[in-house]
Nanobody, 114 residues
Framework: QVQLVESGGGLVQAGGSLRLSCAASGITSGILAMGWYRQAPGKQRELVARISSGSTNYADSVKGRFTISRDNAKNTVYLQMTSLKPEDTAVYFC?????????WGQGTQVTVSS
């Protein structure tokens, strides 16, 4: 099994930056992709960014502001968030795809004040 532990959330003013980290532990072989999703109150969970085999994709709303990266040696994925906006406020969930299984972290709160 794979366990995901997120860190790095918090409160930041608009225009500020945060870096989220997600460390995978357990049986990490077979992880095909890792990514970040977010869910704001009253809204559906949405993809923020995903990385697999060196390729990345981003939600249109975060392109140019967020960067996803992965350290394979540490089984860790990062989300560098800059120029944060109040609408980025949400619980951010780490996700990994191991073979056909989707695994989720517990989530970390990001709050951007105006």
């Amino acid at each position: 099994q794979v366990q995901l532990v997120e860190s790095g959330g918090g409160l930041v003013q608009a225009g500020g930056s945060l870096r989220l980290s997600c460390a995978a532990s357990g049986i990490t072989s077979g992880i095909l992709a890792m990514g970040w999703y977010r869910q704001a109150p009253g809204k559906q969970r949405e993809l923020v960014a995903r990385i697999s085999s060196g390729s990345t994709n981003y939600a249109d709303s975060v392109k140019g502001r967020f960067t996803i990266s992965r350290d394979n040696a540490k089984n860790t994925v990062y989300l560098q968030m800059t120029s944060l906006k109040p609408e980025d406020t949400a619980v951010y969930f780490c996700n990994c795809q191991r073979f056909a299984t989707q695994i989720w972290g517990q989530g970390t709160q990001v709050t951007v004040s105006s």
